[in-house]
């Protein structure tokens, strides 16, 4: 066998795995091929962490506030979070959902702060569930922080909702230098809450900008199909009243 190596030329450490070599005879060597590999892929991915950190630090807090182009004619009268029946989701770190209720309200209310239309809108938002990464590999198995909310929107001066049925949205995390390798290896459960609250903002006025581009919202236009549909909700609340025999909803 060691006459027909050296004819072919081949290198015995090229065999490892071939069974006319046993593994003792190579034991040392093995070893520090597989310490040297480790080695190296744990620099490889410091230097890939470095780059990204960096890469990204420009840009970890873009789109953090709202933008300066106005909305139509939106501007944010109040915005309602609840939790009734919030849920943690599977592999979810744990938190307090008031904590939740009461920071994405705060974010909301910062963000939308900047919107300064003629009339005014409400926001009501039901947070479904979250999930908060946990501590886990990175960039492999640690996965994206998230919340499930329910969104309605409002309209003030006919006190009705914009939409019949409220509209569900994913909110992901942002990509930051702190989420790049997993936001559960650089942030603790209120920081991810916090950061998904940013990230809510920015997501629900993307949303709302698509509406008023694609169906008319917060123009003089819409308003006026709302006045029309209040007219149309107070003539059949009327009519109910009479047939119930309500003096005070029949006049």
Not at 90 to 116: G, M
Not at 222 to 244: C, I, N, P, S, T
Request: with cysteine; aromatic share 6%; net charge negative.
């Amino acid at each position: 066998m060691a006459e027909i190596l050296r004819a072919n030329r081949v290198d015995p450490v090229a065999l490892l795995g071939c069974a006319t070599i046993r593994p003792f005879q190579l034991g040392h060597y093995e070893a520090s091929l597989v310490k040297s590999a480790r080695e190296t892929a744990v620099k490889l991915y410091n230097v890939l962490a470095i780059m990204a950190a960096i890469l990204l630090s420009g840009c970890a807090n873009f789109g953090s506030k709202a933008t300066q182009d106005p909305i139509g004619d939106f501007d944010l009268g109040y915005a309602i979070v609840v939790g009734p029946k919030m849920e943690k989701g599977p592999l979810s770190r744990e938190i307090d959902p008031e904590f939740v209720i009461e920071t994405l309200k705060s974010s909301l209310d910062t963000h939308f702060a900047e919107f300064k239309g003629d009339n005014f809108y409400h926001l009501s938002v039901i947070v479904e569930g979250y999930i908060l990464s946990p501590p886990g590999v990175p960039l492999l198995m640690s996965p994206r922080s998230a919340l499930i909310v329910k969104l309605t929107v409002w309209d003030d001066a006919t006190q009705l909702p914009m939409l019949v049925e409220p509209h569900e949205m994913m909110i992901v995390e942002g990509t930051s230098a702190k989420t790049i390798i997993g936001s559960g290896l650089t942030q603790n459960a209120e920081e991810q809450v916090a950061s998904l609250s940013r990230s809510a903002g920015r997501q629900i006025e993307n949303w709302l900008r698509s509406q008023h581009k694609e169906l008319g919202w917060f123009t003089s236009e819409f308003a006026e199909k709302m006045a029309k549909a209040r007219e149309a909700v107070d003539a059949l609340q009327a009519e109910q009243g009479a047939a119930a025999g309500d003096p005070a909803q029949s006049e």
